[in-house]
């Protein structure tokens, strides 16, 4: 099952994350299907390519709760 998730990247300490699709299987630091954006929580900066987002959730791909919540906030999605 492919899985709409957040990959961390960055220093100790300063946590930045890239939004990507992969098997639910895979391990947080692992492979991704793709990169479709990207979240950095100390400044609030946030970029999501959005017809990739809605390409991969109507092929079924289901986001965590961290980046439903992260969607919804930028109107990308529905709240439900």
């Known amino acids: 099952m492919l899985k709409l998730r957040l990959k961390r990247i960055g220093r100790k300490r300063s946590p ?3 939004l990507v699709i992969m098997e639910n299987t895979t391990r947080r630091d692992g492979r991704p299907v793709e990169e479709v954006g ?3 929580p100390i400044s ?16 079924g791909a289901k986001p965590t709760q961290v980046v439903s919540s992260l969607l919804k906030k930028a109107k990308i999605i529905n709240e439900l």
Request: charged residues 30%; glycine residues 0%; positive net charge.
């Open 16 to 18: 930045a994350y890239r």
């Open 38 to 40: 990207y979240y950095n």
């Open 44 to 59: 609030k900066e946030s970029h999501f390519e959005i017809e990739k987002i809605q390409k991969w959730l109507n092929c």
